[in-house]
């Protein structure tokens, strides 16, 4: 894409398609942190009885936190480099949560990429879905051309930059992603007003690069279209709020009839007396008084709610039990593969996002190798960025080590166990090496015994040396 094309671009509006999406993504935004609209109108002066249950948060983050576990370890040759641009362990995990929440509730992730200086890593800048459009081919969804950022600066101005691809050989159709001879522009540009045109802010920048600074996935697959499936869809939106007005009646209907109302006939107000000893007396003899009873059964309202709940479990594909909701938990133990079934959809949905989101992050940090100056083009596309997933299922401590015993006696090396478990292998091995160094050295002090292995080696070896002298006495 030329230079010329991207004026075009920025002279283009936002299409109906694009509108319709940011609205659906500030509606989901809205339910995610909860700001509800009240089910049912509230009278003046009286007490707000509604009740908005926010079931929309749980399904985002309880998505994130199956999708990326605890920690996620990011293992490359140059692993002291990727460490630097990812961080500690806290500073990464909160980056791609956030990047995972985005998705989440927008269906599609953005992360760009600022460059620095002296071989410092790049600083990676979670930008809002909201603000982006993307461009591709007529022809070909999955081909980005073009990213188009654009938000207001004030009331009287407006932002939107331009990163479009250049390919100077005219081949992107043969080649897409991999032709390492394409690169891309950032141009800016600002209007005062709504319906100001359009002016260049400078020059436009080279960004010497095949990949552009913008980094990308769906959250969800979803096939034929740029953009990814959010897990807070609008019908999920809409079945929580079919649940608060539900929600919000019951707790009315406690509000009026949870309680005994007296009523009287045949008499006026005034020819009641009612005494000090709460004894009701009536001056009548034709006037009675009772009372109607509370309303006691919710049974079917109750029922309705559950339902509702299920349904939007199963829309979500995160199961009750992963939300720890008590009246699902299972009692008692249960086998491995009961507790597979009772979580397979959220493990099926997850599975897909670490497709996903996997191959958004070894994109991203081999970009950040390439910036750093420790990979060239040429080995960009083919560097290996492996990525350990944690187990997606809750682990029997006990059940977990007696299996793991099995497989080493089938012959499955340790780092492979020890990384089911949940551990990471190549910090225990310096952890283990560390401790029998500490024991060796307390051991040549007259302080403790040797370690373990180094004993048992001792032993097999005091063993042998007696086979060989049996044998040459022999």
Not at 100 to 116: D, E, H, R, Y
Not at 204 to 230: K, R
Not at 243 to 266: D, E, M, Q
Request: some cysteine.
């Amino acid at each position: 894409m030329l230079a010329t094309q991207a004026q075009t671009l920025a002279e283009a509006p936002a299409t109906q398609a694009d509108t319709k999406r940011r609205q659906c993504m500030q509606q989901a935004w809205k339910a995610y942190r909860g700001e509800l609209q009240d089910p049912l109108k509230v009278a003046k002066d009286q007490p707000n009885d509604n009740v908005k249950s926010n079931r929309c948060a749980p399904i985002v983050d309880k998505g994130v936190s199956f999708l990326f576990g605890q920690t996620l370890k990011i293992e490359c040759d140059d692993q002291e480099d990727l460490d630097s641009f990812w961080g500690d362990d806290d500073d990464k995990m909160t980056t791609l949560t956030k990047l995972a929440m985005n998705g989440g509730v927008c269906g599609q992730p953005f992360v760009k990429l600022i460059p620095s200086e002296d071989g410092v890593p790049p600083r990676m800048v979670i930008l809002d879905p909201m603000l982006l459009r993307i461009i591709t081919l007529p022809d070909d969804c999955e081909l980005h051309i073009a990213y188009i950022i654009e938000y207001p600066v004030n009331t009287h101005m407006q932002k939107r930059q331009i990163i479009a691809r250049v390919d100077p050989r005219n081949d992107l159709y043969a080649l897409g992603e991999k032709d390492v001879e394409d690169t891309w522009t950032i141009t800016n540009y600002t209007r005062r007003g709504d319906n100001g045109t359009w002016s260049q802010d400078g020059t436009p920048q080279d960004w010497p690069y095949p990949f552009a600074p913008i980094f990308t996935c769906q959250n969800l697959p979803n096939p034929n279209e740029p953009w990814g499936i959010p897990d807070l869809t609008q019908d999920l939106i809409e079945m929580n709020k079919v649940l608060n007005f539900i929600l919000s009646n019951i707790s009315r209907v406690v509000k009026y009839h949870g309680h005994p109302v007296t009523w009287a006939s045949g008499i006026g107000a005034s020819q009641i007396k009612m005494d000090i000893d709460n004894l009701i007396v009536l001056q009548s003899e034709s006037a009675k008084i009772e009372k109607i009873a509370a309303m006691e059964n919710f049974t079917g309202l109750l029922s309705v709610v559950a339902d509702l709940r299920s349904d939007m479990d199963e829309q979500s594909r995160i199961p009750a039990v992963a939300l720890g909701r008590l009246v699902d938990l299972p009692k008692g133990n249960i086998s491995g593969v009961a507790l597979q079934l009772l979580f397979q959809p959220i493990i099926e949905k997850t599975i897909l996002k670490q497709r996903l989101y996997g191959k958004l992050i070894r994109e991203l940090s081999r970009a950040a190798l390439v910036l750093c100056g420790k990979l060239s083009i040429e080995e960009y596309a083919d560097y290996s960025i492996d990525l350990h997933w944690q187990n997606l299922l809750p682990v029997d401590d006990l059940a977990a080590a007696q299996t793991a015993i099995l497989w080493q006696q089938l012959g499955v090396s340790n780092a492979t166990l020890i990384q089911g478990a949940g551990f990471d292998p190549d910090a225990e091995a310096e952890k283990s090496q560390a401790e029998d160094q500490q024991k060796m050295q307390n051991y040549a002090n007259g302080t403790g015994l040797p370690p373990v292995r180094q004993a048992q080696q001792a032993i097999q070896q005091d063993s042998q040396i007696a086979q060989k002298d049996g044998m040459g006495n022999e």
